[in-house]
């Protein structure tokens, strides 16, 4: 199963930006839907942002507007900017890729939990 590993989580101000990395481990980028989910502290996991690389990106409401997904897929590394943070936007951030299958959005490829590959987190944290 494919590994990944998030960093680059931090502690800042509102208002200001992070830039998430999330490296994996093989070249799954045109097979895959990769995506961002966050858990603030007592919350259940959320979806953030997701894509099909080079085909198509979604994202949360919730932040729709402050953030970006993006890959580069020489590099092997999943990016995840967020602008204008807000104290609501503290958690653990986490890197998911799952194996995309004909018809799927990329939030349906990483709702099927069994393929599923997480990453341990990195931690956001916003002082307003």
């Known amino acids: 199963q494919v590994q990944v590993e998030e960093s680059g989580g931090g502690s800042v101000q509102a208002g200001e930006s992070l830039k998430l990395s999330c490296a994996v481990s093989e070249d799954v980028f045109r097979t895959s839907s990769m995506g961002w989910f966050r858990q603030a502290p007592g919350e259940e996991r959320e979806g953030v942002a997701c894509?099909?690389?080079?085909?198509?990106?979604m994202y949360a409401d919730s932040m729709k507007g402050r953030v970006s997904i993006s890959e580069d897929a020489a590099k092997k590394i999943l990016w995840l900017q967020l602008n204008r943070l807000k104290s609501e936007d503290t958690g653990i951030y986490y890197c998911?890729?799952?194996?995309?299958?004909?018809?799927?959005?990329?939030?349906?490829?990483?709702?099927?939990?069994?393929?599923?590959?997480w990453g341990q987190g990195t931690q956001v944290t916003v002082s307003s």
């Open positions: 894509a099909i690389p080079f085909r198509s990106k």
């Open positions: 998911a890729a799952a194996t995309w299958q004909f018809g799927d959005t990329c939030w349906d490829s990483l709702r099927r939990q069994e393929s599923v590959s």
